[in-house]
């Protein structure tokens, strides 16, 4: 049996992604079938292989290789605990909402509370809470980085939209391309780089998003080069935080409808009305 175990084991070697189950009987064809079926529970048994759905098609099954690390710490889980933690393997780095991974595994609430915990004691699996389900406690495996839709991306920090360092990124940048006069969008992401400004990873979509509320607060603007690559440089023409058309009242008075010349709610007694006039 032991060699059927180590042949088994080598098989993952040209199929990392998984061995379907029938493929196990026809690559071990001078192996007894009894023999095969005690290999395969053995190491079953021994945590070193599971068997999950495959991903391309539902109706597969295939084996799959656990990490030596990971096999000490799935040691001695019950089928139902493997379950709940293959259902949350299978959600990859968006992770699984706790009444999603009932309805896939059959199993009671109750049960998959105490699964849970036994999971999280053994840095298996961790709870997250998307930004945008904050309600909702999602689950994923303990060594997968939430995706950003998870997180929220750059400009999010522990949940919370951080206004503060969008606004440290868009003066650094507007000083950059004040400076420069007209940098390229590879320009102001490698200055964010070798200046340390940023404590997270940004990709050029993030610094482009920056540059982007620069452009609409008229701060800087878009121009063509002959390299045909977007530039940037200070606007011409900057607009201007406020005027006295910008702070008309009336554009948020909450009884707007009910002003008329004579009535009770008119301009002519109108005392914020009277204060615009006079700015």
Not at 215 to 220: K, M, V
Not at 258 to 276: H, K, L, M, N, R
Request: charged share 25%.
């Amino acid at each position: 049996m032991e060699a059927a175990m180590t042949a088994i084991l080598d098989l993952f070697k040209r199929m990392p992604e998984g061995i379907p189950q029938h493929v196990v009987p026809a690559e071990l064809a001078g192996t007894a079938a009894s023999v095969q079926r005690d290999a395969i529970n053995r190491l079953l048994k021994d945590k070193k292989i599971q068997l999950q759905m495959s991903a391309n098609d539902s109706n597969t099954f295939v084996y799959k290789e656990v990490e030596a690390g990971k096999s000490a710490r799935l040691k001695g889980l019950a089928p139902d605990f493997l379950l709940v933690y293959q259902c949350i393997e299978a959600a990859g780095n968006t992770g699984v909402w706790t009444k999603d991974m009932k309805f896939k595994t059959n199993l009671q609430q109750p049960q998959i509370t105490k699964i849970l915990k036994e999971l999280e004691t053994r840095t298996l699996v961790k709870a997250i809470k998307p930004v945008n389900q904050p309600s909702k406690k999602f689950y994923m495996l303990y060594d997968l980085e939430p995706a950003r839709e998870i997180t929220g991306g750059a400009w999010y920090t522990d949940q919370d939209y951080d206004s503060e360092f969008i606004q440290v990124l868009q003066t650094q940048c507007f000083k950059f391309i004040k400076q420069e006069g007209d940098p390229t969008l590879e320009d102001v992401s490698t200055f964010i780089h070798d200046k340390g400004i940023s404590r997270v990873q940004l990709r050029d979509e993030d610094v482009m998003m920056i540059l982007n509320t620069l452009e609409y607060d008229g701060q800087i603007e878009k121009i063509d080069s002959p390299d045909g690559e977007d530039r940037f440089r200070q606007a011409l023409l900057a607009i201007p935080e406020t005027s006295a058309f910008t702070s008309i009242p009336c554009g948020v008075c909450p009884v707007f409808n009910e002003c008329t010349p004579d009535g009770p709610i008119s301009p002519a007694t109108c005392v914020y009305f009277q204060q615009w006039l006079e700015f």
